[in-house]
T-cell receptor, first 113, second 116 residues
């Protein structure tokens, strides 16, 4: 069974632009969570989607948003990029909402210049 | 709110020696506890989890972890370290009962270096 895939793997954007990242969960998994990883703050939870609805949200500004499609694929959008948004963005999928077992993708490395 | 502490930023151990990576947690109610490993430019790989039952949990690649409720600890251990174990290790907690925010909370990570 294929693992979690994330596209693109690397991205360079300019401050003020917006960006969309994509995550395809493991087949049959219905929940997708997003995390931001930075050297300073470590791994921080962004949000969780299940059945096309955001079910759980971390402490990030409204510039960070997401959505989930009927096939469980998810996208994350960051608007008005700031230098501090440079990070590795990780997506994790699980079978159900609030499942203790999450499987992570390889991440998207976003660099904001 | 739940939290995880990994008190050591870096752990160095000689190849063949036992290794321990420390983790303590704070959560309302009973916890799910996890260890993940991250290699350079890669995502997180699941090592093991504690949900309930035996306090000694065995996981992938020969790793194990011991849940200690009174000390709120979940230290990662391996009897004999390999150079290929060198990576970044993360401990994480998820509240079992739904108390607190139901999100996976990670420690800051511990860089393990196994010296040949």
């Amino acid at each position: 069974k294929a693992g979690v895939t994330q596209t693109p793997r690397y991205l360079i954007k300019t401050r003020g632009q917006q960006v969309t990242l994509s995550c395809s969960p493991i087949s049959g998994h219905r929940s997708v969570s997003w995390y931001q990883q930075t050297p300073g703050q470590g791994l921080q939870f962004l949000f969780e989607y299940f059945s096309e609805t955001q079910r759980n949200k971390g402490n990030f500004p409204g510039r960070f948003s997401g959505r989930q499609f009927s096939n469980s694929r998810s996208e994350m959008n960051v608007s008005t990029l700031e230098l501090g948004d440079s990070a590795l963005y990780l997506c994790a999928s699980s079978l159900a909402l609030r499942s203790p077992e999450q499987y992570f993708g390889p991440g998207t490395r976003l660099t904001v210049t | 709110a739940q939290s995880v502490a990994q008190p050591e930023d870096q752990v160095n151990v000689a190849e063949g020696n036992p290794l321990t990576v420390k983790c303590t947690y704070s959560v309302s109610g009973n916890p799910y506890l996890f260890w993940y490993v991250q290699y350079p430019n890669r995502g997180l790989q699941f090592l093991l989890k504690y949900i309930t039952g035996d306090n000694l949990v065995k996981g992938s690649y020969g790793f194990e972890a011991e849940f200690n409720k009174s000390q709120t600890s979940f230290h990662l251990k391996k009897p004999s370290a390999l150079v290929s174990d060198s990576a970044l290790y993360f401990c994480a907690v998820l509240p079992y009962s739904g108390a607190g925010s139901y999100q996976l909370t990670f420690g800051k990570g511990t860089k393990l270096s196994v010296i040949p």
